[in-house]
């Protein structure tokens, strides 16, 4: 299957190899981890890709890969930001020391997806100092915790923002630090209100088709 899935596009684009293949998801291959990272072996072996790797693993799941790989993942590509980097640091930790790239997806989620917490005042009390923007700030500590960012955004300033980050003086270790120890401090009070609302309206929802099922059942009965 992920021969397929991988040879249709690339004859599509015309393409003889891919630079990168990754396994989406753990969750895609959890009926078979090591049969299914074999196939991702076999697709390097025979050239048409030239690295692999995955996706959205946490520790333990690549912990699994590295037991059965003959060829590491080349990359681990995760959701990372500063009010999740406690959550991943054991994670990066492993990763470097068994050679896998960390790159991050939706590093700006403090600015776009979660605005008005603590991890704010650093952030704008570096950007102040460096003259740039928040955004800039954020892209200097994911590279300063040794992550490749990935950006998605085809928005022509988000990507003048990334760019322009090659040119910027390193942040100091106490912006670092400070950073850190905002994001520690855990997402802003309208973002944690926000989750508890989704999942007491879930609850509150799947307990509605359980009431409307047990009707349901309870009429069929009134007529057997």
Not at 26 to 46: A, M, N, Q, T, Y
């Amino acid at each position: 299957m992920p021969r397929t899935l991988l040879f249709e596009p690339s004859r599509l684009l015309g393409l003889k190899f891919v630079d990168l293949y990754l396994i989406h998801h753990p969750r895609l291959i959890e009926h078979d981890v090591e049969g299914s990272w074999r196939d991702f072996e076999k697709i390097k072996e025979d050239g048409l890709a030239r690295s692999i790797g995955v996706s959205n693993f946490k520790l333990m799941q690549l912990q699994v890969i590295i037991k059965v790989a003959k060829i590491k993942p080349a990359v681990n590509q995760i959701f990372f930001h500063p009010y999740n980097y406690h959550e991943h640091k054991s994670l990066l930790e492993y990763s470097a020391k068994h050679g896998i790239v960390t790159e991050a997806y939706g590093s700006l989620a403090p600015i776009t997806k979660f605005p008005g917490g603590p991890v704010d005042v650093p952030v704008n009390a570096a950007a102040k100092r460096l003259g740039c923007t928040p955004g800039q700030v954020i892209f200097a500590w994911i590279r300063a915790k040794g992550v490749i960012i990935v950006t998605t955004s085809s928005k022509k300033t988000r990507l003048k923002e990334y760019l322009a980050v090659d040119d910027l003086p390193p942040l100091t270790d106490e912006e670092i630090q400070a950073i850190d120890e905002a994001g520690a401090k855990g997402l802003p009070l309208r973002a944690k209100l926000g989750r508890r609302v989704v999942t007491i309206f879930m609850t509150l929802a799947l307990y509605g088709v359980y009431l409307a099922a047990r009707k349901a059942f309870d009429t069929v009965g009134l007529h057997t």
